[in-house]
């Protein structure tokens, strides 16, 4: 057995460890603490959008939405206390004629914005329970959301966001949970592995000097394990949006329909919060940096693989291209999967197709710049 081979198995099995983890154990447990349920029905809720498409029946909420200019649902902001870490929504939902907008996130959407100390909505965090359109029945869904220190409340929406069709909601719940014991060791113990193989599985790089190789490597691998905190903090350094928009027009897009509750004292720090974000609103645009932020993050996957790919069979003339390919894709898979490991980041199918549609791409590139420089006619010399 060659070392190439052996490298190869052992990183695949590391893979296969790091998969079996997340679905043999569970990774996280609620510890008794419920912030949100439909118990008290819609008594602390603010209301969005069209009343009359707004109803509450046997626990469950219904939508209705003729037009898609503004956006129906339900909306409340939580305060977060300093010692939670995590907290899990979860719900029913069902859909029948969710048309789309203009946006790819327009349509039936359950989510839970992080909102910083100034009012302002987190949006590059995880933030998505559910988004789709058409017609679906009657599903669960859930998401585990992990609140970085500058998050300082949070809010839910269940909605149509700018869409036309109907929408049924129960058991719509918040609460705090925590990371299971046994699996916070567990995946202790496969980081510590991986990070004692990795010299190993890369020494070939470093000995036949493929710098360039290695170079692009790690610094994929450098993107794919850094903290979603980390990353918003790099974030901030953007403006917060591209084209500031009047007052009339930010206000005209976010008109809400004032719920039956009594109004909250003005000491309240929920209503400062929700506030702040009405304000920050009205000075931003339909096109903020986050969104700009999320899409190139996507092609990021796609650009950095491609690079590789063609820096990798630039370097490698002499290995075959199924061969080259195959290390590629271990590697696209691996580094999406050691996502599982880290506090807060969370593998995507989509994600690891777009770094195999980025190796492809690489090769692509690759293929047709190898073809010009061979047909390339021979200048004439001296």
């Known amino acids: 057995m060659t070392d190439t081979r052996l490298r190869l198995i052992i990183a695949l099995v590391l893979v296969a460890l790091t998969l079996s983890l997340h679905a043999a154990l569970p990774r996280y447990e609620a510890d008794n603490r419920l912030l949100v349920d439909f ?13 009359s498409g707004i109803q509450m029946a046997d626990g469950v909420l219904r939508l209705a939405a003729a037009t898609s200019t503004v956006s129906t649902g339900i909306r409340r902001t939580i305060m977060r206390r300093p010692d939670v870490k995590h907290l899990r929504l979860s719900a029913w939902v069902s859909h029948d004629g969710v048309s789309g907008g203009a946006h790819a996130w327009n349509g039936l959407r359950v989510i839970l914005t992080s909102i910083d100390q100034s009012g302002n909505k987190l949006w590059e965090l995880p933030h998505t329970v ?4 058409g017609s679906g029945p009657w599903r669960h869904v859930t998401q585990v959301f ?7 409340a949070v809010e839910i929406f269940a909605g149509l966001s700018r869409s036309s069709g109907r929408m049924q909601v129960r058991d719509l719940n918040l609460e705090v949970v925590h990371e299971r014991p046994l699996f ?17 599985l890369i020494w070939p790089l470093w000995r036949q000097r493929r710098l360039a190789v290695l170079a692009v490597g790690c610094t994929i691998l450098v993107g794919t394990l850094t903290p979603h905190s980390v990353k918003l903090g790099l974030r901030h350094l953007l403006p917060d949006s591209i084209v500031q928009v009047t007052t009339h027009q930010a206000l005209t897009t976010q008109k809400e329909v004032p719920s039956a509750t009594p109004v909250q004292k003005s000491g309240d720090p929920a209503k400062s919060i929700s ?7 009205v000075q931003t645009s339909s096109k903020p940096i986050g969104e700009i932020w999320r899409g190139a993050h996507k092609l990021g996957h796609v650009g950095f693989f491609a690079l590789l790919a063609f820096v990798g069979g630039w370097r490698w003339p002499r290995q075959s ?4 390919g195959f290390l590629l894709v271990v590697f696209a898979v691996a580094a999406e999967t050691l996502q599982l490991l880290t506090p807060d980041r969370s593998a995507q ?27 390339a006619p021979d200048l004439p010399t001296a």
């Open 275 to 281: 506030a702040g974000v009405a304000k920050s609103t």
């Open 146 to 152: 992990f609140m970085p220190p500058r998050v300082t």
């Open 39 to 51: 118990g008290a029905g819609l008594a602390n809720w603010r209301l969005t959008g069209m009343a």
């Open 321 to 324: 291209w199924r061969r080259r």
């Open 130 to 133: 559910e988004q789709s359109r």
């Open 349 to 375: 199918m989509l994600d690891a197709g777009l770094n195999m549609l980025g190796v492809m791409a690489g090769f692509g590139i690759l293929f047709i710049w190898s073809r010009m420089r061979s047909t």
């Open 184 to 200: 916070r060791a567990s995946r202790l113990i496969l980081t510590l592995i991986w990070l004692l193989a990795a010299p190993w």
